[in-house]
């Protein structure tokens, strides 16, 4: 790389990797409510539900296709890995997003079908966040290549790693769901997505603790990242926060004054097993094969984009949080948005 | 790589493209619609431009998310099935599409909310505001995706480096030889097809005398457009061809079912393409006219396909049709504009009953035009999915199985054959309930609905606005 050229690949890393933070956070609890939409004891509580995410949802989504394109554009090598080596995961989810999206609106106009559009919907959101932690899962354990392309079949990304991951992220998504509609409801529906919150931590921690023993023992290489001293100085906090913070959930739980705490634990634990991940693969984009800088775009792309992003980007967070504000509050059955 | 998971690939391609193109044909043109009653109204303050713009907006809101909805799946595509495509191209292409994908969801998020919801929220010029700035940002989305694609038709501005493209003059990737003919041809056709389409519905309610005064404002306002619009899209059309002959000749010569090069070439109104023989079958020519459509005299050489190798040929039976049902789509617009002011200078106009059944079933020519020529000039690109440099069997996955892309397509084929009818029917039924002076719009891809609850009757009260 010409000395001239500053390099871009940090800043990329970073867009990139917010970027896909917020997909996961935002479209993962409102995909986590639609899983939790299938349980919900009657009708009005299914109203209620959807109504806490109907106007934000499409905003979440919407992070999808930006993380797809930034990964395009700043590491086009990962994507065109990536992307045919989760094939199925890639379209089942494509199609469930589809499906669940239209429901919104479906549900509502084509009375006749409400039971199928609910179903649409809930059906929607669990296959969109299993194939979501099927493609997780296939990433970690990483891919066959040759040269600058995925060189095995279609049906590698189905290992029993990857199914696992699948269902964890289910109850994942779940947990995250429930505290956010703990935080939108009163009353009833909030003891019942306190219970089902409950369930899902479990879930979770079986599920973290699962992964934490299982990815070490398969792959040497992340075992010697978390392993080897002194790595295991710096590190070792990530799982004592970890447990902190499912005690904390745990207990916000039980608590009937506790509104906002569980889905602020569970973002927290997100973000652990976030960069539980980030910190198990760095610098590498393509697992055990190319880094970031191996896989980025030259860096003419990544500056002409740079520069309308840096823009853009901001107005549209600002904007984001702006709507959430708007909607801020708890949701109720007598009061319709405007 | 298999034969077949390349053909299939490409069919699967057409196929999510042919359904998405329809909402964006149709969305660019409505949005300007919009745009022009919001300015009328502000300006004039007549009732019926407000009513009129209501009841476009829910129309508008419904096809917009399920363009929204629908577009989400295009890049992953380039992804799944097109990876080797995505390596070779994304250093100049990605960040058109990026582009793109940040524009429309910075205008959208920033103007859409307040278009649809905020007329009684924000001050009569914000929201005036607002529907320009939609307005603006489906043209801005139009720019960026027409830009990429003019460039694998025309690419430039580039180097070629071990196969992959790398990015020299951004000015030049973006402003390609037939970007600008492309981006005239497509934002005049979506407004063609959204004139339309407001006629039909403009004659659909004038043969069962509901909402006078608003139909006659509508088929008056699309028939005007009409009028300036056909004609130059006449012109650009053959702009665009004539680009197409400089830059892309082997897809010219298929388009016209050209196989020798010769000069005084005939226009062939009909025939049947043979390939494998390289000559038409039961041709209907007209002598030199070829020649001067093409290159405007009728001596001009017109390249045939045999100045190719086979191997550089694109199908060309496919191309021929298309074109020529776009073009006679044309020539039906063009009857249909002369029509309505033959009966305009009788004062029939509102009233003819033919004729409004006639603009009744005109309403998706606009569509039927706009893949026609898509297919014409996408089919006529082939064998390259980068013009001339890169091949689309080298564009193609190398680890798909016909199997897996089997499989894929039929995924698409019947979730997309719910989706659409369940909205085309949700559309048709807005039409039929009519413009009523409600301005609450009905939002399906961020699943604001009309009336959220629609059990409790006080929801519904309150969601009304009272005429002013």
Known sequence: ?338 | MSPSALILSRLQFAWVIAWHILLPAFTIGLASYIAVLEVLFFWRREKIYLTVSSFWTKIFAVSFGMGVVSGIVMPFLFGTNWSRFSDATANVLAPLFAYEGLMAFFLEAAFLGVLLFGRKLVPAWAHVLAALMVAGGTLLSAFWILAANSWMQTPAGFELVNGRFFPKDWLQIIFNPSFPYRLAHMVVASYITTALVVLGVAAFYLRRNRFLSESRLMMSMALGLLTILVPLQVLIGDLHGRNTLEYQPAKLAAIEARWTTASHVPLTLFALPDRQAAKNRYALDVPDLGSLILTHDRNGTVRGLEDWPRSEWPPVALPFFTFRIMVGIAVLMLILVVASWWLRARGRLYTARGFLRLCELASPLGFLAVLAGWITTEVGRQPWTVYGLLRTADSVSPSLTGTDVALSLAGYAVVYLIIYPVGIRHMYRTVQRGPSGETQPELIESGLSERPIQALPSATATDRETPP
């Open chain 1, 1 to 338: 790389m010409s000395a001239l050229i500053p390099d871009f690949v940090p800043l990329w890393t970073l867009i990139l990797v917010l970027g896909i933070f917020f997909y996961v956070l935002l479209d993962g609890f409102d995909l986590g409510v639609g899983i939790l939409y299938g349980f919900a004891p009657d009708a009005a509580s299914r109203g209620l539900l959807m109504n806490s995410i109907a106007p934000i949802w499409d905003g979440n989504e919407t992070w999808l296709v930006l993380g797809g394109l930034a990964l395009l554009a700043a590491f086009p090598l990962a994507f065109s890995i990536l992307l045919p080596a989760v094939y199925f995961p890639v379209l089942v989810m494509l199609l469930a997003l589809v499906f669940r999206g239209v429901a919104f609106e479906f549900r509502y106009k084509d009375v006749p079908h409400r039971t199928f559009w609910d179903h649409a919907f809930s059906y929607g959101s669990a296959l969109a966040t299993f194939s979501q932690g099927i493609v997780i899962g296939a990433y970690i354990q990483g891919f066959k290549i040759e040269g600058r392309q995925f060189a095995g079949s279609s049906l590698d990304c189905f290992t029993p790693f990857s199914l696992f991951t699948g269902v964890a992220l289910l109850f994942g998504y779940g947990l995250l769901g429930a505290g956010w509609i703990i935080l939108k409801t009163e009353g009833s529906l909030q003891e019942w997505a306190r219970r089902q919150a409950r369930r899902c931590l479990i879930g979770v921690l079986i599920a973290i603790g699962i992964v934490s023993v299982w990815t070490p023992l398969a792959d040497p290489d992340i075992a010697h990242r978390w392993f080897a001293w002194p790595r295991i100085a710096f590190f070792s906090p990530v799982p004592l926060v970890t447990l902190l913070l499912a005690i904390w959930e745990w207990r916000s739980l039980g608590k009937s004054s506790a509104h906002a705490a569980p889905f602020l634990a569970a973002v927290g634990l997100f973000v652990l097993s976030y960069s539980g991940i980030a910190i198990s693969l760095w610098p590498m984009i393509v697992p055990h094969r190319f880094t970031l800088w191996q896989a980025a775009s030259s860096p003419g792309t990544q500056l002409f984009l740079l520069t309308g992003t840096l823009f853009l980007l901001p107005v549209i967070l600002m904007y984001t949080s702006w709507s959430y504000w708007v909607f801020r509050g708890k949701v109720r059955a007598d009061i319709g948005y405007h």
